[in-house]
């Protein structure tokens, strides 16, 4: 039998109605859209307005939209991972509700955090119980609703995130595509840059951690950039190197879409053309968990059969890496 490569086979996404745009944020905090434009790139993100639905939503439309493009019966599916930083609640994993509601009654699932690296994580963790030969049809899911974890008062992170999610569904390839190499690293400095202080075991919620607004992101802008650059396109070319690929072998750079000019110094490094490197930040500015599936989806019909893609991201923690696939199907 030839060696077993996990392979994706199906992409879905979904993202709110509702557009958070530059010039609406003019009217809630002091910054403009030149501004926000030139240091991030983002022009708009979309916001789940409903209080009722939180990050579940989310999975449950984009898992439902890959099923339908696809043709995927959910009882097929073996196992779901949810890539998330903002579940629906600190204990029962959303995944599981996710698999009830989405009809996989034969699935097991639980929730992965890793901050913006999560999916990445979800595709090495997918990736390795397909080659096991074990299971058949892993659905790994970025979602996150980073709206509800950001202060709104606070011009250094509400400018940066969307709400959104992006499905991907993994299954094993004989021909050698799918997944052909991955450099995961991880890095506890980073831990004081880029948080939410409270609400965990080590500062439980408390009506003083309300009061301080210690539930919302924080972030260290200018360290969490410097990091995410250097070692972004340190892993990015790493890869390539190690595979023996040069600029002209990649396809795709499928960037962690966190700040535009993070995206050009990857590129820049791995000597890219332009053309190769996909980018939407524009459009839903970063939703952490989702926003690598949500590049696969809005670029599926660029890719084909055989094309290297180079997926690279960066998160809190500190968590980043870089994973090598050979795209496996043309879009019908």
Not at 146 to 174: H, K
Not at 299 to 319: P, Q, R, V
Request: net charge negative; charged share 25%.
């Amino acid at each position: 039998m030839s060696k077993i490569t996990a392979a994706i086979t199906a992409v879905g996404a979904y993202v709110p109605d509702f557009v958070l745009s530059n010039k609406i944020l003019e009217t809630m905090v002091e910054t403009n859209d030149e501004w926000i434009t030139t240091r991030t790139g983002i022009k708009e993100r979309r916001i789940l307005k409903d209080k009722d639905k939180g990050t579940s939503y989310l999975a449950v439309k984009a898992a439902e939209d890959l099923l339908k493009k696809s043709g995927t019966n959910p009882e097929e599916i073996d196992m779901i991972l949810l890539a998330t930083t903002t579940p629906d609640m600190p204990v029962a994993a959303t995944a599981v509700y996710v698999a009830t509601q989405i009809g996989a009654v034969n699935a097991f699932a639980y929730d992965l955090q890793a901050a913006c690296s999560s999916f990445l994580y979800g595709m090495s963790t997918a990736s390795a119980y397909i080659e096991s030969g074990r299971y058949k049809k892993v659905l790994v899911i970025g979602a996150d609703k980073m709206s509800s974890i950001i202060d709104y008062t606070d011009r250094a992170t509400c400018i940066i995130f969307g709400d959104g999610a992006g499905a991907a569904l993994f299954e094993p390839n004989y021909e050698g595509l799918g997944l052909q190499d991955e450099i995961l690293r991880s890095d506890g400095i980073g831990r004081e840059f880029l948080k939410i202080e409270a609400g965990g075991s080590l500062l439980p919620a408390s009506h003083e951690t309300v009061d301080k607004k210690q539930h919302y992101v924080f972030q260290d802008g200018k360290t969490v950039f410097k990091y995410a650059v250097s070692n972004m396109a340190d892993i990015s070319e790493k890869i390539m190197k190690r595979n023996n690929l040069t600029n002209d072998d990649v396809d795709w750079l499928i960037s962690h879409q966190a700040n535009r000019r993070i995206i050009d110094a990857t590129s820049s490094r791995m000597q890219l053309d332009e053309a190769k490197v996909l980018v939407n930040i524009e459009k839903y500015g970063n939703t952490t968990s989702a926003t690598l599936p949500l590049l696969l989806n809005d670029f599926e019909h660029l890719f084909k059969k055989g094309d290297n893609l180079i997926f690279a991201s960066f998160g809190g923690g500190f968590t980043w890496g870089s994973v090598y696939l050979k795209w496996a199907y043309n879009k019908q």
